[in-house]
């Protein structure tokens, strides 16, 4: 028989499930389940199912291109390349390396993404970001701030050991759904499941306690939580005592808290709040599970480490079924911040700011002159495009035209650059703004690891040829650097990986060989003996002194908050079937005929009172803009309350860009807004 059956990742999001791929002739043909998945078990949700319809799309990008009046003509590789690198250079010439901005890409593999961000910051640049800034950035910052490491601290396999398993501003079930497995498993051993949301989403289904709290209010929640468990004698003394510090600050804070104060606020009874606090604080193993509403808030941060304090008071951290989970999105999001694709840090979390790290990356590269942070986050790239000051934008594998937050400022931020390269596997609205458009291989069409949200580092092989001229990411890289005069010698991805292993002291025993066996290993692993870790902070936390920091935190107010005229409260976020952008969703022909149009729930009553039917068009209006979208009447969000799907490309024009101060996460979990029927 010729076919042959070929391991594979799903290119999606962070639960990093495996499966292979049947290939024939260089093709792929069919997908069989890997039973012996250690976090997906062969099991697949609809997108995973789905990816063959995108892998060989007829309008897969094949060709490079460069802009020419209003659109596009083909060009060679050698003319794109040389174009790349007369752009970056021309600009460096200018106005000095600082004008020149990364965006690394989280669909992309650890090997790309570390060259990516090497390049910036060999040409002098320190501005190179992903999209984890629009996401789990205030986890990076936050998480890390407290516990010593932003990264998920058990594993999903371990889900299942919960006793409680407290889900606050994640909607698992649709967004990553293989964990509902883990989660379903614990029910079943009698776990409680508390889950704080706004909406009512398929995840509160599986709630004993739904907290239906009102958007932006979780600090309030969280510390409402924390006063009940001090009060009530329910928090690890023994555990507070040796393993942390900060407690008396925060006892203190709490003295003059009420829970009618917090229950107002929140809009959750009194008597929920001690039921989920007792429920979560009296169960021998807790897990907390958290995700964007938590941080995509203007106290994105705080929140969350509002969320691992409550962990730390009753010692639900280091312990099977215990935990802090950031319910990390993309399917490489977690590795492209551990390889440095963040202005904050150069790669295995060296602080960019630390002389140390430029001093051990000098002589791990072997240059003379390097960055010294923080360079510009994402969002601070789209405001100084806007001023002048940020002049070449080089984007891989990312559509801010569609994903950012008020999408008609990063559109005015972007026609200001003097040049816009995108390196893409399908034409985006954002590749459409670029100078040259480079074609990209695919996750199957190229060697490389990725690390899911358990830091699961997964190695696979390439399965099949990318289609026409497009290129895997890594050798295009090395092309421009070459042309820049850098030294980029690598020949292939293991040999990246090589790098990677010598100077990531996570990643420095997960060689080739051990990465490449079904399910890989989980870092931290610092030597070739080293089995990986399952869970983080065992014994001691990874700050200097080994203690977590107990965080003391007051709420904040929302960036905007309702008014006569806009009086609805909207919020955003996914659904199952569609993909961040929609760049592969909506063109995989299975998922996109189930949901093929945007759409805002709104509740009956508000309907009702603006004289809206449920399939009417209505238009959604923000202080931004305005987006037309179909009504869906439905008890899953309150009067006041709307919610709309981000996929489709209307509603990024109103969502709020008001930024948390530390992380400079966009707020889209809020927005003020009216919706009237269309005239
Ligand atoms: N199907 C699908 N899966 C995905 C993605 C996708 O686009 N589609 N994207 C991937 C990515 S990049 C990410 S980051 C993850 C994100 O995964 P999730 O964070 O689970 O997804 P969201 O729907 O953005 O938000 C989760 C929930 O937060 C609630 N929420 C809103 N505001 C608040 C609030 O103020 N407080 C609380 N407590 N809750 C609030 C929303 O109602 C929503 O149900 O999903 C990943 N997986
Ligand atoms: N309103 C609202 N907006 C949001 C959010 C929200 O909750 N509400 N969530 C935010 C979050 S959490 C995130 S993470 C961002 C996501 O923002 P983005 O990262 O911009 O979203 P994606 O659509 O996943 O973009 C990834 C792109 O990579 C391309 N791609 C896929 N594979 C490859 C490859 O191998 N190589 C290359 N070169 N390209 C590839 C895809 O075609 C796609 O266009 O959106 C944010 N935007
Ligand atoms: S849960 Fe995530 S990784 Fe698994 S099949 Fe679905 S999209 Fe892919
Ligand atoms: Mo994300």
Redesign the pocket.
């Known amino acids: 028989m010729s076919t042959k059956l070929i391991a594979s990742l799903c290119?999606?999001c962070a639960v990093g499930c495996g499966l292979y791929l049947t290939v024939d002739k260089g093709k792929a043909i069919g997908i069989e389940y890997m039973t012996d998945h250690p976090a997906s078990e062969g099991a697949l949700c609809p997108k995973g199912n789905s990816l063959l319809e995108i892998l060989d799309h007829e309008e897969r990008l094949k060709y490079p291109m460069k802009k020419l009046g209003d659109g596009f003509v083909r060009i060679t590789w050698d003319e794109a390349l040389d174009l790349v690198a007369q752009g970056l250079s021309r600009n460096i010439r200018k106005h000095g390396p600082g004008s020149l901005g990364f965006?690394a890409?989280?669909?992309?593999?650890n090997e790309?993404n570390y060259l990516m961000q090497k390049m910036a910051r060999l040409l002098g640049s320190p501005n190179v970001d992903?999209?984890?800034?629009?996401?789990?950035s205030p986890t990076v910052v936050g998480l890390g701030a407290v516990l010593g490491t932003g990264a998920m601290t058990n594993n999903l396999l371990d889900l299942q050991n919960a006793k409680c398993i407290f889900a606050i501003g994640t909607n698992f079930t649709e967004a990553h759904p293989i964990v509902t497995r883990w989660a379903q498993k614990a029910k079943d051993n009698g776990a409680v499941i508390i889950v704080a949301d706004p909406r009512i989403t398929s995840t509160s289904w599986m709630a004993d306690i739904h907290l239906r709290i009102n958007p932006g209010s979780d600090i309030d929640l969280l510390r409402a939580m924390m006063k009940v468990i001090i009060d009530e004698g329910l928090a690890d003394d023994d555990f507070i005592k040796s393993r942390t510090q900060g407690f008396e600050e925060l006892r203190d804070s709490l003295r003059d808290f009420s829970l009618e104060e917090a229950a107002e606020k929140t809009g959750i009874s009194t008597g929920d709040i001690i039921r989920a606090a007792k429920a979560y604080a009296i169960s021998p193993a807790s897990a907390l599970l958290y995700s964007?509403g938590i941080?995509?808030h203007v106290c994105g941060t705080d929140n969350v480490k509002s969320c691992a304090t409550l962990a730390l008071l009753c010692g639900h951290v280091g312990r099977p079924g215990a935990g802090v989970w950031p319910m990390r999105?993309?399917n490489n999001?977690q590795g492209n911040c551990d390889m440095g694709g963040m202005p904050e840090f150069y790669p295995g979390y060296k602080r960019s700011t630390d002389p140390q790290t430029i001093e051990f990356f000098k002589a791990g590269w072997n240059v003379s002159d390097l960055p010294l942070g923080p360079g510009l986050t994402s969002t601070e790239m789209t405001e100084a495009a806007l001023e002048g000051r940020l002049k070449a934008l080089y984007i891989?594998?990312?559509?801010?035209i569609?994903?950012?937050?008020n999408i008609k400022k990063t559109r005015k931020a972007f026609e200001n650059l003097d040049f816009l390269v995108?390196?893409?596997?399908?034409m985006?609205p954002?590749?459409r703004m670029a100078d040259v458009v480079?074609p990209?291989?695919?996750?199957a069409?190229?060697d490389g690891s990725y690390t899911s949200m358990e830091r699961r580092v997964q190695w696979i092989d390439k399965a099949v040829d990318a289609p026409g001229e497009a290129k895997d990411?890594m050798w295009i890289v090395c092309q421009i650097a070459k042309r820049l005069g850098l030294d980029f010698p690598y020949q292939n991805a293991a040999e990246v990986l090589s790098e990677i292993n010598r100077l990531v002291p996570q990643y420095g025993g997960m060689t080739l060989e051990r990465i490449s066996k079904v399910g890989g290993l989980r870092w931290p692993c610092p030597d070739v003996q080293h089995p990986g870790t399952d869970i983080l902070h065992a014994q001691r936390f990874s700050t200097p002194d080994g203690r977590a920091r107990i965080a003391t935190v007051k709420n904040r107010p929302p960036g905007e908050e309702i008014s006569p005229e806009y009086p609805i409260l909207l919020t955003?976020?996914?659904i199952v079937l569609h993909?961040?952008?929609?760049?592969?969703t909506m063109r995989s022909i299975s998922l996109y005929e189930r949901d093929p149009e945007l759409y805002v729930e709104m509740n009956p009553a508000d309907a009702a009172r603006l004289n809206i039917a449920a399939g009417d068009l209505v238009v959604v209006t923000t202080r931004r803009g305005s987006a037309e979208a179909r009504a869906r009447l439905t008890e899953k969000v309150r009067p006041g309350v709307a919610f709309?799907?981000?996929?489709y490309h209307g509603?990024?024009i109103i969502?709020s860009d008001a930024l948390d101060p530390v992380a400079k996460i966009?707020e889209?979990?809020i927005a003020a807004c009216r919706i009237e029927a269309r005239a």
């Open positions: 290119p999606y965006l890409s989280s669909r992309c593999n790309e992903n999209c984890a800034r629009l996401c789990h964007m941080t995509q999105g993309q999001v891989t594998g990312e559509d801010p569609v994903c950012d937050a995108v390196q893409e596997i399908f985006t954002t590749a480079l990209a291989a695919a996750w069409e190229k990411g955003t976020g996914r993909y961040n952008g929609g760049s592969m709309m799907p981000f996929h509603t990024n969502t966009p889209y979990k």
